[in-house]
């Protein structure tokens, strides 16, 4: 076992399973998405969410910019989509995997998500490298099967 303290930390986090989302946004007519695994509710009355998004993270700008956001909960068949929206794909080409449409907000989502979360901006907070975001739920929509894509120990699936 490592006893460097950074290592440690990243090795624990690696036994963490955790579900796999995009999160998407729309700004000025561009699109914009990333894959995520730090998406938790906050509170059911209200409902809230909070993900934590690289200070890098090319969706974060349109998000703090106030433009309304979405939180699309993967399938276990959603593997490709998740991995061009992690950085195999650049921009918006990422859309061209999966089946997306565009909202009434110009929000995109992903249409056989497990679930979609859509969501305005509540709160930021600073997490060092990061940005951790607060989401007041607008409204949500999901499918009947139960069958999310899990990331855990750096591959999906439970291992
Ligand atoms: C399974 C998985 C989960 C991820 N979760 C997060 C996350 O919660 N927050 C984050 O900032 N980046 C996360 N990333 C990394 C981003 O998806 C990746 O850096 C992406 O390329 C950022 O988009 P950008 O290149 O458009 O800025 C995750 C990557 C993977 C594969």
Sequence with gaps: MSHDGFDDF????????????????????NRFGMTITSMISVSFDPPSILVSL??????????????PFCVNILSASHRDVSH??????????RFATGTWAIDAQGTPYLVDAEANIFCTLHD????????????????????HAVNPLVYCNGAYGLG
């Excluded at 036994?15 to 989302?21: F, P, Q, T």
């Design 54 to 67: 690289n200070k890098k993270s090319s969706v974060l700008q349109p998000i703090l910019a106030e433009s």
């Design 10 to 29: 990243r090795h624990s986090m690696r036994r963490l399973a955790a579900g796999v989302s995009i999160i998407t946004c729309g700004h000025q007519g």
């Design 124 to 143: 930021v907070l600073d997490g060092f490298t990061h940005q951790v975001l607060i989401g007041r739920v607008a409204r949500s929509r999901h499918g």
């Design 84 to 93: 061009a929206f992690s950085g195999a794909t650049p921009g918006a080409d």
